[in-house]
C-alpha cells in the first residue's frame, strides 16, 4: 500500500504550483507586451519621418485590440461620449428627425420627422432639401455632417432654412434643440376578440414603466390576453428585461442570472414587485433580430412556461456588458459575464477564440444541450431563443427592396412620388383603414417606368455566373442554344414586376405614406392588418386548448 500511497502524494504535490505558475507566466507577459508597445510607441514618436497624432494613433490600436476580442466590447473617446449615453439612455439632444442623401438631387433631405418632436411642432416635412444651419451651407455636406449640425445642447437654437420640392418655396424655421428620447414603445393597441398588442424596439431607460402603463390600459380596454412584439428588437438594459417581465410574474422569482470571471460580475436578478397579471395568455414575437435584453425576456417567459413564443429563433447573444470608466472622461463597455435564464441555459450562439489571431465559432445543434422548463418541456442552450410556434415572414421581392433603397444606387422614385403623393393630399384615411386607389396605384406605376426605373434581378446575375462557369469548364458553346433560350425569359421587365409584386409594392408605398401622417405608431397599426406572425398569434390566443397543449410536456 505504501509503495503507491508515497508516489501519488508526490505527484499530487507537484501539480499544486501549476496555477500559480501559469498566473506568473501571464503576468509577465502583460507586462513584457505592454513595455514593448510603450518602447515601440516612443521610437515612432522620434524616429517616425511625420508628426504622429497621438489620439488617431492609440486610438487605432485600441481599436484593434478590441476588435481581436468579441464585438461589444467597445472604446469610447472622449468626443464619442455621446454615442455611448444615446446606447444606454436611448436619448440624445437634436431636432428629433431622420435625414438621408438624396442621390438625385445629391442633397441631404427631411426623410422622417418623429412624432412631438422639434422638427414636426416647427412644420418639417419629409423631402425638405436642408439649406442651411445657421446661416452655414449645407449644399455639398455629408449626412453625418449634417446631423451632427442638427444636434447640439438642448434648449440651444438655431435657425434652419430648406427648400420645399412641392412648393418651390424657400422656408426658414428657428428651431430649439430638445432632449430626445427614440421612441421605444412606438405603439401599443387593440385587436379583435380582446388581444392586446404592444411593440417594443429596444431596452432603453424607462422602458418597463411605459410597457406598465400600455399594460394597465388595454387591460382597461378589456384586453383578456396580449401579443408583446420583441421582432428586431436589439436589447438593451437588462434591469429593464427584468421589471417588464415582472408584469408577468410573481414577486421574487430569478429570471436571469449573470455569471462572470470576477465576483463583482456576478448578479441575480429577481423580480421585485407585485405583478399585473400572473394569468394572462401571452403570445411573444421574435426574430433573428431580437437579442440580449429581448432574448432574456422571450427565454426566460418560455422556460417559466408564462408564455408562447412563436417567429422565428433569436439571434444567440448571451453575452453581457457594462460600461467602465477611464481616464480623461473616456469610457470602456467590456463583456464581462454571460446570462443564464430559468432553466439554467445560456443562450449564447457564437464562441469567439482568441488564440491564432482570434476567430468566431458558431455552435452547431448537435452541440447543444437539453434542459428543461418548470413544466418539464425540453429546451436547448446555443443559437438563440428557438420559438415553440415556427412561423417565417414572406420574402421581400427584389424589386421592393431596390425601390424603396436609400443606398448609392438608389432611384428615389418612391421617395419623390410620397413627397408629391402627401402635397398633394392634406389628409388621409386612418392609418388602419388607408389604401391607395386604383388611379394612385396606377399613377406610381407609370412614374416608375417612365424615369427608367432599373433594377438588378437576382436571376440575372446568377445567370450571368452560370455562363461564366459553363464557359470556363468548356460546354458553353455546346449549350448555347439552351442558354440563350433561358436568357430571353429573364429578360428586365419592370411592368411585368410591378404587376406580380403589385400588392408587396402597394403595402410599402402605403407605410411610406403613413408615416407622413401617422409617424411610427400608424405604420406599425396598419402593417398588423397583413402580418402573418400577428395573425397566428391571434389565432392561437383564441384557441385556449391550443395554447395549453403547447405548455405541456
Request: contains cysteine.
Amino acid at each position: 500500500m505504501k509503495r503507491y500511497v508515497v508516489p501519488f502524494l508526490l505527484l499530487f504535490v507537484s501539480v499544486l504550483p501549476v496555477p500559480a505558475q501559469k498566473s506568473k507566466d501571464h503576468n509577465f507577459e502583460v507586462a513584457k507586451n505592454l513595455d514593448i508597445f510603450n518602447q515601440l510607441y516612443k521610437s515612432l514618436e522620434l524616429l517616425y519621418v511625420d508628426t504622429l497624432n497621438p489620439k488617431e494613433t492609440i486610438g487605432t490600436g485600441i481599436d484593434a485590440m478590441l476588435r481581436s476580442l468579441d464585438p461589444y466590447t467597445k472604446y469610447y473617446a472622449e468626443d464619442n461620449q455621446q454615442e455611448l449615453r444615446m446606447m444606454l439612455t436611448g436619448k440624445y439632444a437634436g431636432i428629433g428627425a431622420l435625414v438621408r442623401k438624396h442621390q438625385r438631387l445629391d442633397r441631404v433631405v427631411i426623410d422622417e420627422p418623429y412624432a412631438d418632436m422639434p422638427a414636426a411642432e416647427a412644420g418639417l416635412r419629409k423631402g425638405d432639401i436642408i439649406l442651411s444651419i445657421d446661416d452655414q451651407g449645407m449644399e455639398d455636406k455629408t449626412v453625418n455632417y449634417v446631423s451632427e449640425h442638427l444636434r447640439g445642447e438642448p434648449g440651444t437654437s438655431f435657425v434652419l432654412k430648406v427648400l420645399r420640392p412641392s412648393t418651390g418655396k424657400t422656408l426658414q424655421f428657428k428651431i430649439t434643440r430638445k432632449n430626445i428620447k427614440l421612441p421605444e414603445l412606438p405603439y401599443y393597441g387593440m385587436r379583435a376578440g380582446g388581444v392586446g398588442y404592444i411593440n417594443l424596439n429596444s431596452f432603453t431607460e424607462d422602458c418597463s414603466q411605459n410597457v406598465r402603463r400600455a399594460m394597465i390600459d388595454l387591460k382597461k380596454q378589456g384586453a383578456t390576453s396580449l401579443i408583446f412584439d420583441l421582432r428586431a428588437n436589439g436589447g438593451g438594459s437588462e434591469q429593464e428585461a427584468v421589471d417588464i417581465l415582472n408584469l408577468w410574474l410573481p414577486k421574487g422569482v430569478t429570471v436571469v442570472e449573470n455569471r462572470g470571471k470576477v465576483r463583482q460580475a456576478n448578479k441575480e436578478y429577481k423580480t421585485r414587485v407585485e405583478p399585473i397579471d400572473t394569468v394572462m395568455p401571452i403570445v411573444v414575437l421574435v426574430n433573428d433580430e431580437s437579442a440580449s435584453a429581448s432574448e432574456i425576456t422571450s427565454g426566460a417567459l418560455q422556460d417559466l412556461d408564462r408564455g408562447i413564443i412563436l417567429g422565428t429563433r433569436t439571434y444567440g447573444k448571451g453575452l453581457v456588458q457594462m460600461p467602465i470608466d477611464l481616464p480623461y472622461n473616456t469610457n470602456l463597455k467590456v463583456t464581462t459575464s454571460k446570462y443564464y435564464i430559468p432553466s439554467g441555459r445560456c443562450i449564447q450562439a457564437i464562441n469567439y477564440r482568441h488564440s491564432g489571431g482570434g476567430y468566431r465559432e458558431h455552435i452547431p445543434d448537435s452541440l447543444t444541450k437539453v434542459f428543461h422548463t418548470r413544466n418539464g418541456r425540453e429546451v436547448r442552450d446555443g443559437g438563440g431563443i428557438k420559438p415553440d410556434v415556427e412561423v417565417r415572414m414572406d420574402t421581400i421581392p427584389n424589386i421592393v427592396f431596390y425601390l424603396s433603397a436609400t443606398g448609392q444606387d438608389s432611384t428615389e422614385v418612391m421617395f419623390d412620388y410620397v413627397v408629391d403623393y402627401v402635397a398633394k393630399h392634406p389628409t388621409i384615411a386612418p392609418a388602419a383603414e388607408f389604401h391607395l386607389s386604383d388611379a394612385d396605384w396606377q399613377a406610381f406605376k407609370e412614374r416608375v417606368i417612365t424615369t427608367g426605373f432599373t433594377y438588378d434581378p437576382v436571376s440575372k446575375k446568377q445567370f450571368a455566373e452560370l455562363v461564366k462557369t459553363a464557359k470556363f469548364e468548356g460546354y458553353y458553346e455546346a449549350a448555347k442554344p439552351a442558354f440563350d433560350e433561358l436568357e430571353s425569359k429573364l429578360n428586365h421587365d419592370v411592368a411585368f414586376a410591378l404587376d406580380r409584386h403589385e400588392q408587396a409594392i402597394r403595402q410599402v408605398v402605403e407605410q411610406e405614406i403613413i408615416s407622413v401622417y401617422y409617424y411610427q405608431a400608424g405604420v406599425i397599426e396598419a402593417s398588423l392588418n397583413y402580418d402573418k406572425q400577428v395573425k397566428e398569434a391571434e389565432r392561437l390566443l383564441q384557441n385556449p386548448d391550443e395554447y395549453r397543449k403547447l405548455l405541456t410536456p
